[in-house]
T-cell receptor, first 116, second 110 residues
Framework: DVKVTQSSRYLVKRTGEKVFLECVQD?????MFWYRQDPGLGLRLIYF???????EKGDIPEGYSVSREKKERFSLILESASTNQTSMYLC???????????????FGPGTRLTVT | GQNIDQPTEMTATEGAIVQINCTYQ??????LFWYQQHAGEAPTFLSY????GLEEKGRFSSFLSRSKGYSYLLLKELQMKDSASYLC???????????FGQGTELSVKP
């Protein structure tokens, strides 16, 4: 059974702290993604990665960075957390295949981050 | 630019049929997904269309017209547990990256 796990379901941090959100997938997927989800704004892509040590900016990368040292792990880093980064963060992974449903994304359970 | 439009909210009655529409304008097209997301949970896969026509899967069906940039998700015999957000997402030219609509919040009432 496919599985994407995230390090925490709930996290509370203070303004200015450095925050690490971890995501691990066990499906040997090449592609991994970080989104944030806010009411009325839907899912917004922060960063994604097509391969180890590779990263690309999504639609809202400001204030975030990522790391992919191993194929199964993709980390999202908030260098200096701010209150406007309070949100639900979702990680996803997908495989690049030639068969049907290529690129179907499998999501982790999400991390609800509150920055006070 | 790239844009996916779907209604923000819909309400339907238990046992009824509801159709959720999605229109898209994207740079290229390589498939369209529908996901279901219950409150506080992760999105889960519902359907995938890459060719024109209807894909049926139990109570759920999804339709695609590539020439019109249009899809719909049809839910039959609605149940209370179908109350959720339904997300339309398109794969454009940038392989692997899904472009999501804002989601349609469906409320099923007794």
């Amino acid at each position: 059974d496919v599985k994407v796990t995230q390090s925490s379901r709930y996290l509370v941090k203070r303004t200015g702290e450095k925050v690490f959100l971890e995501c691990v997938q066990d499906m040997d997927h090449e592609n991994m993604f970080w989104y944030r989800q806010d009411p009325g704004l839907g899912l917004r892509l922060i960063y994604f990665s097509y391969d180890v040590k590779m990263k690309e900016k999504g639609d809202i990368p400001e204030g975030y960075s990522v790391s992919r040292e191993k194929k199964e792990r993709f980390s999202l880093i908030l260098e200096s957390a701010s209150t406007n980064q309070t949100s639900m963060y979702l990680c996803a992974s997908s495989s690049t295949t030639s068969s049907g449903r290529s690129y179907e994304q499998y999501f982790g359970p999400g991390t609800r981050l509150t920055v006070t | 630019g790239q844009n996916i439009d779907q209604p923000t909210e819909m309400t339907a009655t238990e046992g009824a049929i509801v159709q959720i529409n999605c229109t898209y304008q994207t740079s290229g097209f390589n498939g369209l997904f529908w996901y279901q997301q219950h409150a506080g949970e992760a999105p889960t896969f519902l359907s995938y269309n890459v060719l024109d026509g209807l894909e049926e899967k139990g109570r759920f069906s999804s339709f695609l017209s590539r020439s019109k940039g249009y899809s719909y998700l049809l839910l039959k015999e609605l149940q209370m547990k179908d109350s959720a957000s339904y997300l339309c997402a398109v794969i454009g030219n940038q392989g692997g990256k899904l472009i999501f609509g804002q989601g349609t919040e469906l409320s099923v009432k007794p």
